[in-house]
């Protein structure tokens, strides 16, 4: 998983009204049907593998919805407008590094960790794309809507969740291309950089400041590991003593620790509230070896830690050969 759901003073705890009133709105068929799903064209359907088992979804869906960031990104990746989408907690709107003309005209349907069934069972969608970590205890509501996908988690899988999602949604060699795409473009990130072993001497940290937590030093099993590694750069030490590989908690008096050759820190929520302000203050921060070289460079959190897919990962490409090469210009 990339990242946890916020911390507690971020969330907004709206519960649901009720299963009551979904009675009326659940119209279409259960997922497995052989016509399932408005939109299906000719009703022909395939089957997908997903982490609730096999499930038979449209050919060609038409009316997609997406109930996590990871899935929104897939879909305006493969050239899919969703017609409704959840946003992250504590947030409104959709992330800010999806291309407007893109997420314009899709409904918000609720809060990523609560979505309005309601308000996805108006949309009459032919399929539903989600995570088990996320909405497995709502699983069986959703597929009374439609065909529900879901993979296991998020975050570290991205990959093989965005080929679960290409299959689900009948754009199988639209994947291939965007994939290639991006092994390219990573492969032109590391040659700006000056070549693998550069890129591998080049230790690299990414903290999160977050509202309601410790700092967060992010390890070697989460989304934005794999795009570092995917570029060739190094890790520090720390980095693999993350608990299960995803991070390592520190507080402002020992964030000497998560010192290296550069960092990238983003912050979620307020900043004095998330310590930013208090750790950046302090003597301690300004000895750090990457802040004295100023190697530390505040990135936007929406993009290097909530995004999770392709459209995002080319994005931090593009900002990583910026980063890293600045010095060399």
Not at 15 to 33: E, P, R
Not at 275 to 287: A, E, F, R
Not at 296 to 312: F, N, P, R
């Amino acid at each position: 998983m990339n990242r946890s759901p916020a911390p507690a003073p971020l969330r907004r705890r709206a519960l649901l009204t009720g299963s009551l009133a979904l009675t009326g709105a659940l119209t279409l068929t259960a997922c497995g049907s052989s016509d399932s799903g408005e939109g299906s064209g000719s009703g022909r359907t395939h089957t997908v593998r997903t982490a609730m088992g096999e499930v038979r979804v449209p050919v060609s869906p038409q009316r997609v919805v997406v109930l996590d960031t990871a899935e929104l990104d897939s879909a305006i990746s493969l050239g899919v407008k969703p017609v409704g989408a959840t946003h992250v907690e504590g947030e409104s709107g959709f992330l800010s590094y999806l291309p407007k003309d893109k997420v314009s005209g899709i409904k918000d349907v609720g809060e990523m960790l609560d979505p309005n069934m309601e308000a996805i069972a108006a949309l009459r969608p032919d399929l539903i794309l989600t995570s088990k970590i996320r909405h497995a205890a709502k699983y069986d509501q959703l597929r009374q809507i439609a065909p529900t996908v879901m993979t296991e988690t998020t975050g570290h899988p991205w990959k093989e969740n965005f080929r679960t999602h290409a299959d689900a949604m009948g754009k199988r060699d639209e994947a291939e291309q965007v994939v290639s795409g991006y092994e390219a473009h990573a492969e032109k990130v590391t040659e700006a950089i000056g070549g693998p072993a550069r890129a591998r001497a080049t230790k690299v940290n990414v903290i999160r400041f977050m509202e309601g937590a410790d700092i967060r030093l992010y390890g070697e099993q989460n989304y934005i590991a794999t795009i570092l590694a995917d570029v060739g750069l190094g890790r520090p030490p720390i980095a693999a003593k993350a608990k299960d590989g995803f991070s390592y908690d520190l507080s402002p008096e020992k964030i000497d620790l998560a010192d290296t050759d550069v960092i990238f820190r983003s912050t979620y929520g307020d900043p004095k509230k998330a310590k930013q302000t208090q750790t950046t203050g302090s003597s301690l921060w300004k000895n750090m070896k990457a802040v004295r070289s100023g190697s530390v460079h505040t990135v936007e959190d929406e993009l290097w830690i909530q995004g999770i897919g392709y459209t995002a990962a080319d994005k931090i490409l593009d900002e990583l050969r910026t980063y890293l090469t600045e010095k060399n210009d």
